[in-house]
């Protein structure tokens, strides 16, 4: 069998035929009806790692005896059995040349040293040879079990070579340099599919690829909705409970950026997430959305001003990288000033495709931001897959921020800079006549605690203006423990067992002497009634209450039940109980729904003793 041997001895590929003699295992016999020698045609140019393989009834084209050399088969059973002989010794030949290169192949992609894609399935392999691959790779790999070799079996079934797993099972296509290796590091699984390169890839049950990274990438992907609980979820820092002070929903603003080539820095302020549109570009390349430089070529790196829309303490940053997964920044760091008067900067417009100006760099450079404290050193930041996205960053800084200056090292995007905090307001420019929002986040108010969060955070309820929609208020689930028939009361209140709640400390201590309850857009989904519960604690009695989830306290009632109705402001005073200064308060609906935004309207007033308030310390969430 030396004359085949393996394809990968044989002569360069080329286009010529090589023709080998079969010699007949009676050859010898001086019998006049024996067959001539016959011929067989193999073309050089095919893939020497191409399987060979039989199609029914026949033998392949490039193996069939010459047509000069036919056989004639029925002339005698004699004869009859040297055709056969000679057809399984060329069937013998074509397996173990088969085996042959199909081992080694396998031991190729095995080694640790064997590079990726140095190697693909033939172009035209068929999807009967394709079979064929997959069926010697399952024998290999019983074959490596039965002789304990379990490492080896795995690794070749997880198929993590190119080599060893055709990628066209994908069920998108792939550019032809693609190595399979580099497609494993760019695929994130997501609800509905594969995220790779922007984009989510479906899948179906057909495809193979699907078994092999749902069990080797350990994928837990389903279309199915995601359990939601009232605890936080593993690794969510205490301070995301806190308000966002740089949102341009409550004012914040970029003022300067050095480059905004690629997307503008105003992005990094929108209040909605971040989404990502594969088709969308611009004339300077394809769109994003949130901040992106272009690729650096000069000394340097880029950096953008923050005017925060509320001034105040700064206990965290979420500095998000959603989508931005070949061009995120890899490192970036923050630094905080707290700035007398505003200055005279801005950027207006869509800022696409532009940089500083000469006159805008010297007059940013009169703030000095360089020399700002630093909130968070130089970190690296990971890329924008939904696993990894958020780069949380604790902080322990306390003096009152204006305006951050956020570094990019050395260019590249992030998305959105969330920047968790509690507001502070000048209280001594306030008349001490004058009624104010006591618990609005731009007045200092911060949520503190609630039972139920399924549909919209609490803290929404203290934003400016009105709800744009139901997204941007509380709404709580449906609870399970309703009864089957609803009753009410005398005053048309519903008679239900359980409640939600949400605690608020205010911005300041005060007499609250109006309440406004807004259901704006809520219409099918209102609270059937609420009530406002007040206290005054100090720090340590407000640390304790947290611990004990708030089941503790010396809540009084300041409203009593209330019926609520659909996308309506409610307005109470007259129903008020008399109160002294109080500090928290708590919104309790019954059963559940939504509200859109809670307004406790009252004078400050002085503090003798030590209230919450005036400490930074944070407690645990």
């Not at 390169?197 to 699907?210: F, L």
């Not at 000394?299 to 989508?323: A, E, K």
């Not at 300041?508 to 704006?520: L, M």
Request: glycine fraction near 8%; proline fraction near 6%; aromatic fraction near 10%.
């Amino acid at each position: 069998m030396d004359q085949f041997g393996d394809r990968e001895a044989g002569p360069p590929s080329g286009n010529t035929d090589i023709q080998i003699k079969a010699q007949s295992v009676e050859d010898e016999r001086p019998d006049s009806h024996a067959p001539e020698p016959s011929y067989l045609f193999i073309n050089s140019g095919q893939s020497m790692f191409d399987p060979i393989t039989f199609k029914k009834g026949e033998i392949p084209d490039y193996q069939k005896v010459h047509e000069r050399s036919e056989i004639t088969i029925g002339q005698s059973s004699q004869h009859h059995e040297t055709q056969l002989d000679f057809i399984f010794v060329l069937l013998e030949e074509n397996i173990i040349t088969f085996v042959k290169n199909e081992l080694k192949r396998i031991q190729r992609a095995l080694s640790p040293d064997y590079p990726e894609c140095s190697e693909s399935p033939g172009e035209n392999e068929d999807e009967e040879q394709r079979r064929s691959r997959e069926a010697f790779m399952k024998i290999t790999q019983d074959f490596l079990r039965k002789m304990k070799q379990e490492e080896l079996a795995d690794c070749l079934q997880s198929g993590y070579r190119q080599g060893l797993l055709d990628l066209k099972t994908l069920p998108f296509a792939l550019p032809s340099e693609y190595s399979f290796g580099t497609f494993l590091e760019d695929l994130h699984p997501v609800k509905g599919g594969l995220w790779w390169r922007g984009e989510i890839k479906t899948w179906s049950e057909e495809v193979g690829i699907e078994s092999l990274l749902r069990n080797k990438l350990q994928l837990n992907v389903s279309n199915m909705a995601e359990r939601k609980t009232t605890l936080k979820a593993a690794g969510e820092p205490d301070f995301l409970q806190f308000n966002d002070l740089a949102c341009e929903a409550v004012g914040g603003r970029v003022i300067f950026a050095t480059d905004e080539w690629f997307a503008q820095a105003a992005n990094l302020l929108k209040r909605e997430p971040p989404q990502f549109i594969a088709s969308a570009f611009t004339e300077f390349g394809k769109w994003m959305d949130g901040w992106e430089t272009r690729r650096k070529r000069i000394p340097g790196q880029d950096w953008c001003i923050i005017q925060l829309g509320v001034p105040g303490l700064i206990y965290g940053f979420d500095v998000d990288t959603s989508f931005f997964t070949g061009n995120h920044s890899p490192f970036a760091s923050i630094q905080a000033g707290c700035l007398n008067e505003t200055p005279n900067l801005a950027l207006d417009g869509d800022r696409t495709g532009m940089a500083a100006s000469e006159s805008q760099l010297a007059a940013v450079a009169k703030l000095g931001s360089e020399a700002w404290p630093e909130l968070v050193g130089v970190s690296q930041l990971k890329p924008g897959y939904s696993d990894c996205c958020h780069n949380y960053f604790t902080v322990n800084f306390n003096s009152r921020v204006t305006h951050l200056r956020l570094n990019m090292y050395p260019d590249g995007g992030i998305a959105r800079l969330r920047v968790y905090g509690v507001g502070q307001r000048d209280w001594s420019s306030v008349p001490l006549d004058q009624d104010v929002d006591l618990v609005a986040l731009t007045n200092g108010g911060v949520g503190l605690g609630y039972s139920d969060a399924h549909f919209g955070h609490p803290r929404n309820m203290i934003g400016l203006g009105r709800a744009v929609n139901m997204a941007d208020g509380w709404e709580t689930a449906r609870r399970l423990d309703r009864p089957k028939h609803l009753e009410v009361d005398q005053r048309g209140i519903l008679q239900v067992p359980g409640w939600e709640w949400a605690v608020f400390r205010l911005g300041h201590p005060g007499v609250i002497s109006r309440i406004e309850v807004d259901t704006n857009h809520f219409k099918g989904n209102f609270p059937d009634s609420c009530r406002i519960e007040a206290c005054c604690l100090t720090s340590e009695e407000e640390a304790q209450c947290i611990r004990s989830k708030w089941n503790s306290g010396k809540w009084q009632v300041l409203l009593p039940p209330q019926k609520l109705r659909p996308h309506h402001i409610h307005l109470y005073q007259a129903e008020l109980n008399p109160s002294p200064p109080v500090t928290h308060v708590r919104l309790i609906i019954s059963p559940d729904g939504g509200v859109s935004r809670l307004r406790l309207w009252g004078r400050p007033t002085p503090t003798t003793a030590a209230p919450a308030i005036q400490k930074r310390t944070v407690s645990k969430l």
